[in-house]
């Protein structure tokens, strides 16, 4: 997964000072994780077919006491998830004094838990599933953004791009998309990946929230009571890290369209400070059946009918990359 800066997108030097930390930081705890043999310690169970799909195939979440299992993407609102789990978890304030980016504790410290290790022993057949998802359109578009302004790092997609040169070349949409069509994306960074998770093969999905019509914690609210969860009100109890988190959402500025923003290439500066296009500038006809084309799985599995880029919920005007 890659990291994101933790300063707030301004002059290029201070934001290249935050990623020299951010890597510096992120290294060190893959070192002392390794260090400890943790890193390369699955837990047991995780050798069985199914095990191998919750510990190599973008791993979901497991409430254990809940018998609740997560699945979910990066782009799309998998840091409001992450929250809301954590929550329900209990882990909330420890993930918060642990790191500002949740997913760093999820990566360090929920996965090798004691409480995440031993549910890979429990029968998932009595689980309950939830399935977050987000129109692939506009979750292609978010991927593009991310990758003009932070990057994948350890990602096969950002070395044949040479992502330290197009921070200052650019990349167009179109570009982009050409590098998708040359992916696996069955099993590429899952920032770009295909949402449908194997795991749905085995078990089936009994909640599914796609996040660019609905409110996600609205819907997670009507959900709660029917798998035995407290409501929660994380609009309260992470109010002050939700606000942290802003420097990640889209610029507000927006790029006029020209008529030819698909082709035009788009920079760092763009997709960090803004101004940046709106999703149908990018989206035309040609881009749409591109990405229909490779993520034709999703869209059989989640959206039968063509979707249009509709307006952004709450949920998914924080932008996050897990």
């Known amino acids: 997964m890659s990291k994101l800066p933790s300063g707030k997108a301004g002059p290029v030097g201070r934001s290249d000072f935050f990623d020299r930390v951010n890597l510096a930081w992120e290294t060190f705890l893959t070192s ?16 069985t077919e199914f095990g191998q799909l919750l510990w190599r195939a973008s791993p979901p979440l497991i409430h254990p006491r809940a018998r609740v299992l997560v699945l979910y993407s990066p782009k799309a609102a998998c840091t409001q ?18 790191h500002v980016w949740p997913h760093d504790y999820r990566d360090y410290v929920y996965r090798y838990s004691e409480l995440y290790r031993n549910a890979y022993a429990m029968d998932f057949t009595k689980f309950k599933v939830i399935r977050v998802v987000r129109d692939p359109y506009e979750r292609t578009v978010s991927s593009y ?3 003009l302004g932070y990057g994948f790092r350890r990602d096969s997609l950002s070395n044949r791009l040479r992502y330290w040169n197009i921070r200052n070349t650019g990349l167009s949409f179109a570009e982009f998309l050409d590098c998708l069509e040359r992916s696996d994306l069955t099993r590429c960074n899952p920032h770009y990946r295909i949402q449908r998770h194997p795991i749905e093969d085995i078990l089936p999905v009994h909640y599914l929230i796609n996040v660019s019509n609905e409110d996600l914690f609205k819907r997670l609210n009507e959900i709660e009571p029917e798998i035995g969860l407290p409501r929660s009100n994380i609009a309260v109890a992470a109010a002050d890290w939700l606000k942290e988190l802003n420097w990640h959402k889209r610029p507000q500025n927006t790029l006029i369209d020209d008529g030819h923003l698909y082709t035009r290439r788009l920079t760092w500066e763009n997709a960090r400070v803004g101004p940046w296009p709106h999703y149908d500038a990018l989206l035309t006809p040609q881009a749409r059946e591109r990405i229909r084309r490779c993520y034709a799985v999703d869209f059989e599995a989640y959206f039968q009918e063509p979707t249009k880029a509709p307006s952004i919920s709450p949920a998914v005007q924080l932008e996050s990359a897990s």
Do not use: E
Request: aromatic content about 16%; cysteine-free.
């Open 32 to 47: 002392y994780y390794w260090a400890k043999g943790k890193r390369t310690a699955p837990p047991p169970g995780s050798q």
């Open 81 to 98: 998830v992450m929250i809301w789990f954590l929550h329900q978890l209990g882990h909330l304030r420890a993930a918060r004094d642990f």
């Open 145 to 147: 953004r991310h990758m």
